[in-house]
T-cell receptor, first 112, second 114 residues
């Protein structure tokens, strides 16, 4: 069964708007990561947040983590057409931090 | 070239044939992983390796075999391909580090089993 589930499955916004996608997971984690996948390409790491952190920023990205609710959110501010991609959360479980379990992804479409 | 590469990028094979997907990384990362990506399932871990000669099963290992005789290579073999193994396969690697658990992905191999 999937550890991470993203919501929504698909999101369409206009350039300049903010995009928020959410991830829920089931068991205790060591860290949670977000990856981006452009069509037909491999995944690219965006940001990592550890289980003892609540919020992290990287450029236009903001990630939050609520371990009590077992959920995370990824906010992309001032979206650009180049942000069009699928976004995946991945959890590293406590005790097995070498492996990641990926969710099913959110497909983001940013239109001009 | 530095990085992580996969070959072939595209492969069509027939049911019952053996096929090997290659993965090569130039960073000397200890950890290497094989995933498959299917619509509705996201990425699922097939096998992973913590170092040369150390491999372990992931979530969906049945029908696959891996080996790791050298740190830089991690081939994935489908011993007798089935249509359900039609998928996009991604290899990834990461260094041993308590500071970063980021994985680096290859470009993928699109495999079709007819």
């Amino acid at each position: 069964s999937q550890q991470g589930e993203e919501d929504p499955q698909a999101l369409s916004i206009q350039e300049g708007e903010n995009a928020t996608m959410n991830c829920s997971y089931k068991t205790s984690i060591n860290n949670l990561q977000w990856y981006r996948q452009n069509s037909g390409r491999g995944l690219v790491h965006l940001i990592l947040i550890r289980s003892n952190e609540r919020e992290k920023h990287s450029g236009r990205l903001r990630v939050t983590l609520d371990t009590s609710k077992k959920s995370s959110s990824l906010l992309i501010t001032a979206s650009r057409a180049a942000d069009t991609a699928s976004y995946f959360c991945a959890t590293g479980l406590t005790g097995t931090a070498s492996k990641l379990t990926f969710g099913t992804g959110t497909r983001l479409q940013v239109t001009l | 070239d530095a990085g992580i590469t996969q070959s072939p990028r595209y492969k069509i094979t027939e049911t019952g044939r053996q096929v090997t997907l290659m993965c090569h990384q130039t960073w000397s990362h200890s950890y290497m992983f094989w995933y498959r990506q299917d619509l509705g399932h996201g990425l699922r871990l097939i096998y992973y390796s913590a170092a040369a000669d150390i491999t372990d099963k992931g979530e969906v290992p049945d029908g696959y075999v891996v080996s790791r005789s050298k740190t830089e290579n991690f081939p994935l073999t489908l011993e007798s391909a089935t249509r359900s193994q039609t998928s996009v396969y991604f290899c990834a690697s990461r260094p041993v580090s308590r500071e970063s658990y980021e994985q680096y992905f290859g470009p993928g191999t699109r495999l079709t089993v007819t």
